[in-house]
């Protein structure tokens, strides 16, 4: 089990159900886009971003990036983290056919996949070796300083950054910002960056 400080958000009671099996913490279901108008729901994530701050878990698909921005909308933040699982295609055991976009959402990942993005999430996580993943600075000149800003390659190389730390492909880059804060020092960046130049 992993130990959490943060309130766990997810999409749907399938989610929240497949978490349950080894979060030890609240874990919170938007009920898809239910949020959008649910007041009351909205009220109770606000107060528990203020009290515990959320770490938000949606699907990598379009509508789990809907979801998640709506509430990076209605919370400060310095109150949010993010988890973000990577594109897998495939189809959840329970459903007749894949989504829309083909992607497996949380309750079809594995449990090492949404424990390693919970992991680079910079939650206040205990995970079975007792040690709490933190957070470091990285800033929007260091990605222009490493090309994933700013020039004419950047998007070929903020892609292979995503797809080198499996991350979604409709990642944006000031989300991208915020999950390698999560994951990694400015260091840590600066020698994958000069690797894979080095290695073109």
């Not at 379009?62 to 709506?70: E, S, T």
């Not at 944006?172 to 130049?197: F, R, Y």
């Amino acid at each position: 089990m992993i130990k959490i400080k943060e309130a766990v958000i997810v999409e749907g009671k399938y989610d929240k159900i497949r978490l349950s099996n080894f979060i030890d913490g609240l874990i919170i279901t938007t009920d898809g886009f239910g949020i959008f108008k649910n007041k009351e729901k909205q009220q109770l994530i606000k107060r528990l971003a203020d009290t515990r701050g959320i770490l938000i878990l949606t699907d990598s698909d379009g509508a789990g990036f809907v979801i998640r921005n709506f509430l990076k909308g209605a919370v400060s933040p310095d109150k949010i983290k993010h988890a973000y699982i990577p594109d897998i295609l495939g189809k959840e055991k329970r459903k007749d056919k894949p989504s829309k976009e083909g992607k497996l959402g949380v309750e079809g990942i594995s449990d090492e996949i949404i424990m390693n993005a919970i992991a680079r999430s910079g939650a206040e996580c205990e995970l079975n070796n007792g040690n709490v993943r933190t957070q470091s600075e990285i800033t929007k000149a260091d990605l222009f300083e490493l090309g994933l800003t700013g020039c004419a390659n950047a998007a070929e190389n903020r892609d292979m950054l995503k797809k080198k730390l499996s991350l979604p492909e409709n990642m944006t880059s000031n989300s991208m910002l915020a999950v390698l804060n999560c994951i990694m020092t400015k260091q840590e960046l600066k020698e994958i960056m000069d690797g894979e130049v080095s290695d073109a």
